[in-house]
Nanobody, 128 residues
Framework: QSLLRESGGGSVQAGGSLRISCAASGRTYSTYGMGWFRQAPGKEREAVAAIDSGGSTTYADSVKGRFTISIDNAKNILYLQMNNLTPEDTARYYC??????????????????????WGQGTQVTVSS
């Protein structure tokens, strides 16, 4: 079983930047799809970024050009660099991981509980 633990959330003013991290432990996979999704109170989950073991990345239109996903395979840490944040980005951000999956596949289905593994989330709050 794999475990995912997010960190790095916090509060920031609009226009600011934040980087959140996800440390993976336990069982790891040589081929994988990993990513981030978010959920704000009263709203549905929204997948925002994904990366696969081949290094391909994909993003939701709402964050394209502002967010960057990356991974340190040696440390098993997934990152999400978030720039030019707006109050609409306020949400709890979750790390998700599955195996044998492309980045596009991961982005499409990571919000399903059957996806694979989810972390507990980290809160990001952007004030205007």
């Amino acid at each position: 079983q794999s475990l995912l633990r997010e960190s790095g959330g916090g509060s920031v003013q609009a226009g600011g930047s934040l980087r959140i991290s996800c440390a993976a432990s336990g069982r790891t996979y040589s081929t994988y799809g990993m990513g981030w999704f978010r959920q704000a109170p009263g709203k549905e989950r929204e997948a925002v970024a994904a990366i696969d073991s081949g290094g391909s990345t994909t993003y939701a239109d709402s964050v394209k050009g502002r967010f960057t996903i990356s991974i340190d395979n040696a440390k098993n840490i997934l990152y999400l660099q978030m720039n030019n944040l707006t109050p609409e980005d306020t949400a709890r951000y979750y790390c998700a991981a599955s195996w044998d999956m492309t980045a596009k596949e991961a982005l499409n289905i990571m919000t399903s509980p059957a996806f694979g593994y989810w972390g507990q989330g980290t809160q990001v709050t952007v004030s205007s």
